[in-house]
């Protein structure tokens, strides 16, 4: 079955710290792969894909994400944390040929002190 | 202007009212749908649409009908609210010739309360 596991519920980081939130995936063909970020009272931003090439991927906000294929994993990184970072993280997996197909991890929310 | 817009965003209603929550969008996309969030559950599929005249159930559908009123237009309808349809509902959208990766474009959200 397919399906998006993010272990941790909630994370809480210090400003300025170094950041990885975990995903893994289970999905029978080459995924598609995406991070959305959710800030309070908002809708669900892309911070980044990967569908194929370079496993290191680049997003906006100064996030990145490897996938790992022998690990089943797309974790998403940042080196430094700002606290406008603080939101929810939704790992999602899809097959192409439309949203429709896409499965959603339950989310980790991230916390930022001072 | 939000390119996905979701109307109401906040509705508070009663067990066994009908209640609509509608979506629209500018971005031109042929794909539309609606999804359910649930804290600890992520996002959920209620119904998706490839065209005015395509209309297909998603994960969990029963309780909830659509329509697509035009290109631009979903909505999404409950016949008879219950309280375990208390959620945050989001209308997304998804343009079939960029690659085709999926990517989702959401709406704002609209968060319902059913007493």
């Known amino acids: 079955a397919q399906s998006v596991t993010q272990p941790d519920i909630h994370i809480t980081v210090s400003e300025g710290a170094s950041l990885e939130l975990r995903c893994n995936y289970s999905?029978?063909?080459?995924?598609?792969l995406f991070w959305y970020v959710q800030s309070p009272g908002q809708g669900l931003q892309l911070l980044l894909k990967?569908?194929?090439?370079?496993?290191l991927v680049q997003g906006i906000k100064g996030f990145e994400a490897e996938f790992k294929r022998s690990q089943s994993s797309f974790n998403l990184r940042k080196p430094s944390v700002h606290w406008s970072d603080a939101a929810e993280y939704f790992c999602?997996?899809?097959?192409?040929?439309?949203?429709?197909?896409?499965?959603f991890g339950a989310g980790t929310r991230l916390f930022v002190k001072a | 202007d939000a390119d996905v817009t979701q109307t109401p965003r906040n509705r508070i209603t009663k067990t066994g009212k009908r209640i609509m929550l509608e979506c629209s969008q500018t971005?031109?996309?042929?794909?539309m749908y609606w999804y359910r969030q649930d804290p600890g559950l992520g996002l959920r599929l209620i119904y998706y649409?490839?065209?005015?005249?395509?209309?297909n159930k998603g994960e969990i559908s029963d309780g909830y009908s659509v329509s697509r009123q035009a290109q631009a237009k979903f909505s999404l309808s409950l016949e008879s609210a219950i309280p375990n349809q208390t959620a945050l509902y989001f209308c997304?959208?998804?343009?079939?010739?960029?690659?085709?990766?999926?990517?989702?474009?959401f709406g704002e959200g609209s968060r319902l309360t059913v007493l």
């Open positions: 649409s490839f065209d005015v005249k395509d209309i």
């Open positions: 971005k031109g996309h042929d794909r």
């Open positions: 990967y569908f194929s090439g370079d496993t």
């Open positions: 999905y029978g063909a080459t995924p598609y």
């Open positions: 997304a959208t998804s343009d079939f010739t960029q690659g085709n990766t999926g990517e989702l474009f």
């Open positions: 999602a997996v899809g097959a192409g040929g439309g949203g429709f197909k896409t499965i």
